[in-house]
């Protein structure tokens, strides 16, 4: 998930890295490899990881209705119950789960997300989707990696490698939830801590 | 969400909403095929119950299980209680045993609010119905219930009827409807409203033929065979007769109308077997709701600090 700093916080520097031609060009490249990789869409699953990995799993999910003329099944999965960090955080506002009918099991399940950071999100998914079947394979896409691995994880499908410092903050813009389409590099001024 | 929940009163709207929303999606666990999160692993739930009632801690007890909490089920019968020990000492004995939340059932009023307050024990209080004051829980069930079938709440008419002054499901009821925007009204015999009736948020009505036909919800409360021989009402069978819901009245409600009831029922006293049975009868599913609204509530009170100020949302 990307973080939200809140709009007061001071910013010296906050530089748009990618736009949105960028960003739908990064998808559609996606979706080919995507594709590419899994032959055909019959056993694909395309599940975003709220919030904004929801938005780009439906745009995936509509590229490939396209290329292959299939209906491709996409849905959501909350990782939230399944984080490691809840006992240090306040509790939080679950978001939707929404598994498309034909199930999990036995397909490839493809998770997209927006950023790519200490791979906890990711590895909180992964118990997420074992508790709701059995998938033939789990694959990873993401927009942005931003780098700082805390797992061992990786994305099979990147938009874009972002070199970043720890005290950086990449926020991603998504239309349907921002009203436009930008990743944006951000660093604090005031000596704050970036994205943890 | 606050530290502890003691009064369907406390909670603000939001918090309210936040918990009725967050029991949507704890009641989609219930459809997988692992009914289980790993949430709260290693936290500690007692269930304390000083009076008998398998019906509330067994909803307790799978809430908490479903999310991974270890739940100790502490019974008063034949217990240190029954020897003799306070309310206090019970605290403090599960305070050392590190219990991280405490469900309380008590015959007295107030008592959770005591254990919230008396600084005895760290964890959070869920109060599970106390004497004849609150059961917030079933309140949020309920709303949950009828948020289901009717919608949000705002300007929805439900009618609760029966033993109004026993009963601490009608108070939490009143109040938290009060807070999501709906309308109540009371329907029960004189000898059964409480004296301080006039200040809850709530219209009463003597007559429940006259209440029928806008309630978009009708609660029907248990009537409790104690109170029988304490001369509330004249007969069972008057009671019945004139505060009980039968086929025939049923028909008097609107269309989309729906009949709630807390359990546990008494069949042909409050309410007759085929409107229990009927197809507006919603009596089972509130009975599943409770489960996922005690998981929000267990989730929302148990999972994470309280911080001094918001937090910062980690990334992925």
């Known amino acids: 998930m990307s973080s939200r700093t809140p709009e007061s916080a001071a910013l010296a520097t906050a530089r748009t890295v990618l736009d949105d031609r960028d960003i739908s060009r990064a998808l559609t490249r996606i979706t080919h490899e995507i594709l590419e990789r899994n032959r055909d869409a019959s056993d694909l699953v395309i599940l975003g990881i709220p919030r904004r990995g929801v938005p780009l799993a439906a745009r995936v999910a509509a590229r490939i209705n396209e290329v292959e003329g299939v209906e491709m099944p996409y849905g959501s999965l909350d990782i939230t119950m399944y984080r490691d960090d809840l006992r240090m955080r306040p509790a939080r506002a679950l978001e939707h789960t929404d598994i498309p009918a034909r199930g999990i099991d036995g397909a490839v399940v493809v998770l997209v997300d927006d950023v790519l950071f200490s791979g906890r999100t990711i590895r909180s998914a992964l118990d997420a989707l074992n508790d709701l079947g059995r998938p033939k394979a789990v694959q990873l896409a993401v927009l942005v990696d931003r780098g700082h691995r805390e797992l061992p994880i990786r994305a099979d499908f990147v938009g874009k490698n972002l070199p970043t410092s720890l005290a950086e903050n990449v926020r991603v813009h998504l239309a349907e939830s921002d009203g436009e389409d930008a990743v944006i590099i951000a660093s604090p001024t005031d000596g704050t801590e970036g994205d943890a | 969400m606050m530290r502890h929940l003691l009064s369907a009163g406390d909670l603000s709207r939001d918090d309210a909403t936040a918990v009725l929303d967050t029991a949507q999606e704890m009641l989609s666990i219930a459809s997988r095929p692992i009914k289980k999160l790993p949430t709260l692993r290693g936290r500690t739930v007692v269930n304390l119950f000083f009076e008998d009632s398998t019906r509330t801690r067994i909803s307790f007890e799978a809430a908490a299980k479903r999310l991974s909490a270890d739940v100790i089920n502490f019974s008063a019968k034949g217990s240190s209680v029954s020897k003799g020990e306070s309310l206090k000492d019970t605290a403090l004995t599960l305070q ?9 059932r008590h015959h007295g009023s107030g008592a959770p609010h005591r254990l919230a307050n008396a600084a005895w024990i760290d964890g959070a209080i869920v109060n599970a119905g106390d004497g004849t004051h609150e059961h917030p829980t079933q309140a949020l069930l309920d709303a949950f219930t009828m948020r289901q079938h009717l919608g949000p709440l705002d300007g929805a008419n439900i009618t609760i009827v029966g033993d109004v002054l026993h009963s601490r499901v009608a108070r939490s009821n009143a109040l938290l409807l009060e807070t999501l925007g709906a309308n109540v009204t009371l329907v029960a015999p004189p000898t059964l409203l409480p004296v301080g009736v006039a200040s809850w948020p709530v219209d009463t009505e003597y007559d429940l033929d006259a ?3 806008k309630a978009d919800g009708v609660m029907m409360l248990r009537v409790q065979r104690e109170r029988m021989n304490a001369a509330f009402f004249p007969s069972a069978r008057e009671y019945s007769r004139r505060y009980g819901l039968d086929a025939r ?6 269309e989309h109308a729906i009949v709630m009831h ?7 006293m409050e309410i007759t077997a085929d409107v229990a049975d009927s197809d507006r009868s919603v009596i089972v599913e509130q009975v599943t709701n409770g489960v996922a609204v005690r998981m929000a509530v267990l989730y929302l009170l148990l999972s994470g600090e309280r911080p001094a100020e918001p937090t910062e949302e980690p990334q992925a």
Do not use: I, K, Q, T
């Open chain 2, 96 to 104: 050392a045993m590190g219990a991280d939340a405490v469900v309380v």
């Open chain 2, 211 to 213: 209440a029928l036909e």
């Open chain 2, 249 to 254: 009245r049923m028909a008097r409600l609107p």
């Open chain 2, 262 to 268: 807390p359990g546990p029922m008494n069949r042909g």
